[in-house]
T-cell receptor, first 114, second 109 residues
Framework: KAGVTQTPRYLIKTRGQQVTLSCSPI?????VSWYQQTPGQGLQFLFE???????NKGNFPGRFSGRQFSNSRSEMNVSTLELGDSALYLC?????????????FGSGTQLSVL | QQPVQSPQAVILREGEDAVINCSSS?????VHWYRQKHGEAPVFLMI?????EQKGHEKISASFNEKKQQSSLYLTASQLSYSGTYFC??????????FGAGTRLTVKP
């Protein structure tokens, strides 16, 4: 069974640009969550999607948005990039997003904003 | 809502034991533990559910004190492969998991 796939692996952008990251969950998983990871901050929750609907959202500005498609693949978009958006963005999937299910993480997209 | 982990970092010699703690200011439904090695994705270790159920790795043990809203991860007879950053993740009433800032564990020969 293929794992969680995130593309691209690395991205370099400049301030003010926008970026779209992609996440393909494990086959059969309907819940996809996104996290921002920076040194010392751990994993900060961005949002969670289930069956194409955003169920939960973290404390990030509206520049961060996402969506999920009918095949459960998910994208997140960051508009008007700022230097502080430089981070590793991880997505994780699970069957139902239930609180007793383990998450499967992708390897992440390393975003650098110059 | 982010849980608090302690210690922030720990250095061990092979064979030594370690305890990593995770505490929350809100009532917990479940606690998850993950380990991340440098440059890799976090990997699942264990889930502890309200009511006492546990799911996870045979060689790793953990506790969950619902009243104190705390969990501890016990690493015994540590091996070099245990090195990495350990994260606890907590669920409350909603369905989004919040992670602690992590505990960096280094095991030396």
């Amino acid at each position: 069974k293929a794992g969680v796939t995130q593309t691209p692996r690395y991205l370099i952008k400049t301030r003010g640009q926008q970026v779209t990251l992609s996440c393909s969950p494990i086959s059969g998983h309907r819940s996809v969550s996104w996290y921002q990871q920076t040194p010392g901050q751990g994993l900060q929750f961005l949002f969670e999607y289930f069956s194409e609907t955003q169920r939960n959202k973290g404390n990030f500005p509206g520049r961060f948005s996402g969506r999920q498609f009918s095949n459960s693949r998910s994208e997140m978009n960051v508009s008007t990039l700022e230097l502080g958006d430089s981070a590793l963005y991880l997505c994780a999937s699970s069957h139902q997003g239930d609180r007793g299910e383990k998450l499967f993480f992708g390897s992440g997209t390393q975003l650098s904003v110059l | 809502q982010q849980p608090v982990q302690s210690p922030q970092a720990v250095i061990l010699r092979e064979g030594e034991d370690a305890v990593i703690n995770c505490s929350s200011s809100k009532a917990l439904y479940s606690v998850h533990w993950y380990r991340q090695k440098h440059g890799e994705a976090p990997v699942f270790l264990m889930i502890l559910l309200k009511g006492g159920e546990q799911k996870g790795h045979e060689k790793i043990s953990a506790s969950f004190n619902e009243k104190k809203q705390q969990s501890s991860l016990y690493l015994t007879a540590s091996q070099l492969s245990y090195s990495g950053t350990y994260f606890c993740g907590t669920y409350h009433n909603n369905n989004d998991m919040r992670f602690g800032a992590g505990t960096r564990l280094t095991v030396k020969p």
